[in-house]
């Protein structure tokens, strides 16, 4: 099975630095196997025999917690997973990378889509979010960013419990895990 590990909170704002050799060698030492990293925000695609996503969860939060001192949490996301948020972005998400910022939220069980929709707040005209599996996608108008009110979905209770990657980098992590 082929996964990508998606580290919540690392190398942001100088805390919990870790380079990204350093935290390829610590899946390679956890015996996972084609271990990449993908830019410096922690999104580590390798492979395993194991397909129980919440063992491996824990067994990979364990070690990045003990290894690199800071209280790890991933979001675990397979092959087929990833193909999903592509395949089944809403029509025209990504198409105007001039006029809109594209973001994908990646939730963590137990977060349900649902659930993390109903606690967005959104400002008309400026902001949109629709929901997927596992995920939600969220667009905002750069021309009014600053009115935005999805930067502060980081002060939401339940965004412990979600990592957000621009739709740039989703698209190339499922170009990545496909090679």
Same mark, same amino acid.
């Given at each position: 099975?082929?996964?990508?590990?998606?580290?919540?909170?690392?190398?942001?704002?100088?805390?919990?630095?870790?380079?990204?050799?350093? %935290?390829?060698?610590?899946?390679?030492?956890?015996?996972?196997?084609?271990?990449?990293?993908?830019?410096?925000?922690?999104?580590? %695609?390798?492979?395993?025999?194991?397909?129980?996503?919440?063992?491996?969860?824990?067994?990979?939060?364990?070690?990045?917690?003990?290894?690199?001192?800071?209280?790890?949490?991933i979001v675990l996301v397979s092959q087929n997973q990833i193909e999903t948020v592509i395949k089944t972005a809403p029509e025209g998400f990504g198409t105007k990378p001039e006029e809109f910022r594209y973001d994908v939220v990646f939730l963590k069980e137990p977060l349900s889509s649902n659930?993390?929709?109903?606690?967005?707040? %959104?400002?008309?005209?400026?902001?949109?979010?629709?929901?997927?599996?596992?995920? %939600?996608?969220?667009?905002?108008?750069?021309?009014?960013?600053?009115?935005?009110?999805?930067?502060?979905?980081?002060?939401?209770?339940?965004?412990?419990?979600?990592?957000?990657?621009?739709?740039?980098?989703?698209?190339?992590?499922?170009?990545?895990?496909?090679?």
């Open positions: 099975m082929r996964y990508i590990a998606l580290l919540r909170g690392i190398n942001v704002g100088g805390n919990n630095i870790i380079k990204m050799a350093e %935290l390829r060698a610590c899946f390679v030492t956890m015996s996972f196997t084609d271990v990449k990293t993908y830019i410096q925000s922690g999104n580590v %695609l390798f492979s395993s025999d194991n397909d129980d996503k919440s063992e491996l969860v824990k067994r990979i939060e364990s070690e990045l917690s003990r290894r690199f001192n800071y209280q790890s949490k659930e993390a929709f109903q606690s967005l707040k %959104l400002r008309e005209g400026v902001d949109n979010a629709y929901v997927g599996k596992d995920v %939600l996608y969220l667009s905002r108008l750069i021309s009014r960013a600053g009115q935005s009110y999805l930067s502060k979905i980081i002060s939401l209770p339940v965004y412990q419990f979600m990592t957000i990657r621009n739709w740039n980098t989703t698209t190339k992590l499922f170009e990545l895990i496909g090679e």
